[in-house]
């Protein structure tokens, strides 16, 4: 009895800690569905916009301000980067795009450090992290105000998508960037849109993962944890997203747990890399990518 | 290393020559001018660390630049070779220090192997990110299981010194020409594959897998050899950057940030080119010592260490935006048209 | 254009560079004279079935819902030229792909050289004696125009990885030996002057002839041309249309030509099957699918007088 409870306790600590993969992933996808780029530099601009939040803050402006203030540069830096890195990038392959926002992603770290120092920066969002009891098992208020958040963020962007102009035609851009093209979308400016949302989901995650972890240079290293979520889920899916997230945490949580001290610990860096793997071997187009046949 | 372009026999002939003469002339300078003159500072800070640089970036660029698979995991195979070395030179005493060495490519090339039997399944940056798997993996093996350091405590183990026969090559220059001897073989053999029909095929497979099969080339067993020979010079690589040039084995150096500085080099240096990944490492090299000096002469001692660490990621991160969207061939293309245009010579 | 188009551009005779060598024919099957082909092979099928390079039978192909290919049959007798012409989507480069074992048919096989495949193995298509070339340009980008034309070759090498590193005799003879070969059939398509160029600089035109050079140096028992003529001038469409026939004629090669130019089609084609919507609407000589009234439907939507059909070509 005691271990069953303790495995839920795990189980749920694993799916609440994969929501927060799954928001950083979310802001992966927006980008893909978009323009097909994996933007790798997504890290970057979660460190850039929480370290920008936090600094701000900590100099005296009130908390809705340094969110709008950070808000604006994010939608600053989302147009710049159309316009610098992506615009003449158009008609590139794939691979070639990731390997440019590898290269932004080192500007905006280098940047985000420039600007506001180097230092850790502690984040209290005044969410308490005491765990608290349900039916005898032990859950986080943190994880839990975090997969609520996410939660909605998830219907925001999902309500956005479906009844603004500015959402329909991103949607017409995901599934045929020709045809929209052709109708006369500027397809410029949605992706300098949809840089910017990705930037607000940054923030949001950001804001969530700085509270945990402290606002820092690692901060940037949470892609490295949304890479397989997305490899799971597929690149374009947010329901993908989300369910990969939740696999990704709670497989990685039991493992530790329970496959960990068999191996030594510390398996997480690369436990949910093989999971994906795996499964990629099985299903080369992940939860819910169309398999496709390549056209000759 | 500079190299001839065109294989055709009869119109290149002049340039083969002039190619053979320049790299003849680039190693006579490397193996006998440079001894002579240069400092140890030189030999320990800039050279050895530049040849293990360029070695891992040509194979690298085996595997990248040719045949297409792009690999975000070099460090890991680095790791390997480093730690093979360093445990088939400490279990296994009698050997020779250069078998030791192609015993360590050799397991760098098995491991290689493994990490890329997903390229038979997954393409683009599904595979970039399933070479992260290697990285993360590989690094946590050596540091978790203690019999890779053979137990050392701190994890940081001496380097042994490198031995062929009788002769230590212990000092800077030592060190020096050891690697050098070592790259300049790799890269011959290297530049030779990249000539031969296997090289076609790995070019074939990454500019379009289809046709390539069609034709009846072999794909998998193609980019399974990519995977095995890259693995295989990044982990000899390895050795020297440990062995050579550290003189410490551990695996916090081989982590991620040293993967994408490999894969920059070849970015900037230009991909699919032997000369480029040397023109790469050059630059990876001695950018950050001028960046850093140029910093401390413009602002004298008000910049700290960390205001030239963050400019140096911004304009690498700059110079691959850049790179990727005016010359993708890099600087071995630069070079290429510098000196055709210093030649007279038309397009 | 008059459909008797093409031939006496070039010089008849030594066309085509090589000996025969390679790949072993059987010389009753390869040899069939012009006379054997046409209506007379139509009558005899059962044994022309037997005999045929190349026989699909029933297949079908969907993709969703979409059904690009319905229960189609087709035979191609050996030494033929085999046209296959149809409106855009109508399921001919499908067609090939499942002959390549690209795509794999919902149903219905496919017979290469007396082989029956469900699923034919691209991987051993070469060594089939089956070559092809893309309706998109598919060429190696990064290597000059020799080396793909070389690439062609790949089902033919012995040498492996090591022997090539270390130059072995064996591999230097064998790679000369691919060269010179290569060399041969790019000077015959007049691309000697482009030979050392990157194929991906080339014009679209050159790449196409090109890939049509990659696909005819290991000389196939069959060729799969897929609209190999499309943004070609009228000019260079006769050169290579006399190029086709006299690679038939010298060596039997069996051709099959997807090709959008009728007055091409009629002039180089023995028999010609008409796809539309993915169905086998006509299949016969030229003469009588340009009379055939379902045939003129499909193209034009409406009847119309078959000789104005010819002559509207650039309109299908
Ligand atoms: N890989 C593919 N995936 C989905 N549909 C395809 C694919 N290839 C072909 N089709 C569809 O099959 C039909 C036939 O296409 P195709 O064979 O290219 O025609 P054609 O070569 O006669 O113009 C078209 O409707 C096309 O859209
Ligand atoms: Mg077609």
């Known amino acids: ?296 | 290393m500079s190299i001839s372009v065109t294989p055709s026999i009869e119109r290149s002939l002049p340039r083969a020559a002039i190619g053979g003469l320049t790299v003849a002339a680039i190693l006579f300078i490397a193996f006998v001018v440079l001894p002579s003159v240069g400092s140890d500072y030189l030999f320990e800070a800039i050279l050895t660390p530049f040849l293990a640089l360029a070695l891992a970036g040509v194979g690298l660029n085996l595997l990248t630049g040719y045949a297409g698979q792009v690999s975000l995991g070099s460090a890991a195979f680095m790791a390997v070779g480093a730690f093979a070395a360093y445990n088939f030179n400490l279990r296994v005493p009698e050997l020779p220090f250069l078998v030791s060495i192609v015993l360590a490519g050799l397991t760098a090339a098995g491991i290689g192997l493994i990490f890329g039997l997903p390229s038979l399944r997954l393409r683009g940056f599904y595979l970039a990110v399933s070479t992260l798997a290697a990285q993360f993996f590989v690094q946590w093996a050596l540091t978790k299981f203690g019999w890779f350091s053979n137990d050392n405590p701190s994890g940081i183990i001496n380097a042994p010194p490198l031995k062929i026969a009788s002769v230590t090559f212990d000092t800077a220059v030592g060190r020096y020409l050891f690697s050098l001897g070592i790259v300049t073989v790799l890269t011959f053999l290297a530049w030779r594959l990249t000539r031969a029909q296997t090289g076609r095929n790995f070019i074939a497979v990454r500019d379009n897998q289809t046709a390539a099969r069609v034709i009846g080339v072999p794909v998998l067993r193609t980019k399974l050899l990519a995977f095995a020979v890259s693995s295989f010079i990044i982990g000899v690589a390895g050795v020297l950057w440990a062995f050579a040039y550290l003189r410490t084995v551990e695996p916090a150096g081989f982590n991620l940030d040293r993967s994408f500085q490999i894969l920059f080099i070849i970015i900037i240096g230009g991909l699919a080119s032997i000369r480029g990944a040397f023109l790469g490492a050059g630059f990876i090299v001695v950018f950050p010592l001028l960046l850093s000096r140029l910093g401390g002469e413009l602002l004298g001692g008000i910049v700290d260490s960390g205001v030239v660490e963050m400019s140096q990621r911004i304009v690498i991160g700059a110079l691959i935006i850049l790179f990727l969207i005016a010359e993708p061939k890099g600087l071995a293309e630069l070079g290429r048209r510098a000196a055709r245009r210093l030649g007279g010579r038309p397009t | 254009m008059s459909s008797a188009t093409t031939g006496a551009l070039l010089p008849a005779g030594d066309l085509y560079p090589f000996e025969p060598a390679g790949v072993t024919r059987d010389p009753g099957r390869s040899r069939s004279g012009p006379a054997e082909r046409g209506a007379d092979v139509e009558s005899a099928q059962p044994g022309a079935e037997r005999d045929a390079v190349l026989a699909i039978s029933g297949v079908s192909l969907r993709f969703g819902g979409v059904t690009a290919l319905a229960d189609i049959d087709l035979t191609v007798a050996p030494g033929e030229i085999r046209g296959v012409i149809g409106p855009n989507g109508a399921g001919k480069s499908s067609l090939l792909n499942i002959v390549s074992g690209l795509y794999r048919p919902s149903a219905g096989h496919v017979r290469i050289a007396g082989v029956d495949f469900t699923e034919v193995p691209t991987q051993r298509l070469a060594h089939l004696g089956v070559a092809r070339t893309f309706q998109n340009l598919a060429l190696f980008g990064g290597l000059t125009v020799l080396e793909n034309v070389v690439m062609g070759l790949t089902s033919t090498i012995r040498s492996g990885p090591l022997g090539q590193v270390l130059g072995l005799p064996a591999a230097r003879r064998e790679d000369a030996a691919n060269r010179a070969k290569a060399e041969a059939i790019v000077a015959f398509l007049h691309l000697s002057g482009v030979a050392h160029r990157p194929a991906g600089e080339l014009s679209y035109g050159l790449q196409k002839r090109v890939e049509l050079a990659r696909a005819l140096v290991a000389r196939p028992r069959l060729l799969l041309l897929d609209e190999p003529m499309a943004g070609m001038t009228a000019t260079e469409k006769q050169e290579l249309a006399a190029f086709v026939r006299e690679a038939r004629d010298t060596y039997g090669t069996t051709i099959v030509l997807i090709e959008h130019d009728i007055g091409v089609v009629m002039g180089l084609c023995d028999r010609v099957a008409v796809l539309d919507y993915g169905r086998k609407i006509a299949d016969g000589t030229p003469h009588d699918i340009a009379a055939d009234p379902l045939v003129i439907d499909a193209y034009l939507g409406v009847a119309h007088d078959a000789d104005e059909t010819l002559e509207i070509e650039e309109a299908v």
């Open chain 1, 1 to 296: 009895m005691e271990d069953v409870q303790f495995f839920i306790e795990v189980l749920v600590g694993g799916l609440l800690s994969g929501v927060m993969y799954s928001l950083v992933a979310i802001g992966f996808v927006l980008i893909y569905k978009t323009s097909g780029v994996l933007n790798f530099a997504q890290g970057a601009l979660l460190l850039f916009a929480a370290l920008t939040f936090v600094s701000l803050h900590e100099r005296g402006v009130p908390f809705w301000a340094s969110i709008g203030l950070t808000l604006v540069l994010l939608a600053i830096l989302g147009t710049l980067i159309e316009r610098v890195v992506l615009r003449p990038l158009v008609n590139q392959p794939p691979i070639t795009l990731f390997l440019a926002t590898l290269g932004l992603s080192y500007v905006i770290e280098g940047g985000a450090q420039l600007l506001w120092g180097t230092q850790v920066h502690g984040l209290d969002l005044g969410i308490d992290d005491v765990p608290f009891e349900v039916g005898g098992v032990l859950i986080s208020s943190f994880d839990l105000f975090a997969a609520a958040t996410a939660a909605l963020m998830v219907a925001l962007i999902t309500l956005f998508f479906r009844y603004t102009r500015i959402g329909l035609a991103f949607r017409a851009v995901a599934d045929d960037p020709f045809a929209a093209l052709a109708v006369g979308l500027r397809l410029t400016r949605i992706w300098a849109i949809v840089w910017t949302a990705s930037g607000v989901v940054a923030l949001v995650a950001g804001l969530l993962w700085g509270a945990r972890l402290g606002v820092q240079f690692s901060l940037s290293l949470v892609v490295l944890k949304a890479l397989p979520v997305l490899v799971l889920g597929g690149f374009d899916s947010i329901a993908g997203a989300i369910i990969g997230g939740l696999l990704v945490g709670a497989t990685e949580k039991l493992a530790e747990v329970y496959i960990g001290p068999f191996l030594g610990g510390g398996i997480e860096s690369w436990f949910a890399y093989v999971v994906a793997l795996a499964f990629l071997l099985v299903r080369p187009s992940g939860l819910f990518g169309q398999k496709l046949v390549e056209r000759v």
